[in-house]
Structures are given as C-alpha cells and as structure tokens.
Nanobody
Framework: QVQLVESGGDLVQAGGSLRLSCAASGSIFSINQMAWYRQAPGKQREFVAT???????NYADSVKGRFTISRGDAKNTVYLQMNSLKPEDTAVYFC?????????WGRGTQVTVSS
C-alpha cells in the first residue's frame, strides 16, 4: 500500500512563494505517475501539475510559468515550487499517485494566499 504525506502549506501574501513536498512510502514504481491537485472551498478538485513521459512538467494553464514540479534527491519525494502566488491559488493541495488502476491521495496541505 502507498502512503502519501504532503507538507509545506502556509499563509503567505500575494506575490510570495512556497514549496510543497510530498513524501511517498511503499512501492513507487514510477515517480512520473505522481501529480499535484488542489481544491478550493466549494469548488471541484482540479489538476495542477504532473510529469510527462519525458520527465518535464505538465501544468494547468492557471499555474503555467509560476509553478514547477520536480523530483527530490531523496527517493519517492516530489516537490511543487509555487512562485508569484495569487489569492486564487488558495486551496488544499493534494499529492496524487496512480498504479495498476488504483489511485492514492494524501490528506492535503492548506495554502492560503492573502491579498
């Protein structure tokens, strides 16, 4: 079984930066199958970022140019670097992993961007 734990969420001012971390335990066969999602209050959960088959990032239009997904030096660790944060980025951010048709979610970390 896979366990995902997010960290790094905080309250920041607009224009600030945060780096979220996702630490995965268990059998992770491909880190490229990991991704970030977010959900604002009263809104549907939406895709944020993941890796392409070539290892580069695939991003939602709303965060393109501001967010970067990357692999950590430690095994089974994924980061989401968030720059130029906007109030509309306020949400609970979730780490995601899929393997053999199953999906796994972390419990989320709160990001709040004040104006």
């Amino acid at each position: 079984q896979v366990q995902l734990v997010e960290s790094g969420g905080d309250l920041v001012q607009a224009g600030g930066s945060l780096r979220l971390s996702c630490a995965a335990s268990g059998s992770i066969f491909s880190i490229n199958q990991m991704a970030w999602y977010r959900q604002a209050p009263g809104k549907q959960r939406e895709f944020v970022a993941t890796f392409t088959s070539g290892g580069s990032g695939n991003y939602a239009d709303s965060v393109k140019g501001r967010f970067t997904i990357s692999r950590g030096d430690a095994k089974n660790t994924v980061y989401l670097q968030m720059n130029s944060l906007k109030p509309e980025d306020t949400a609970v951010y979730f780490c995601y992993y899929t393997h053999l048709g199953r999906t796994y979610w972390g419990r989320g970390t709160q990001v709040t961007v004040s104006s």
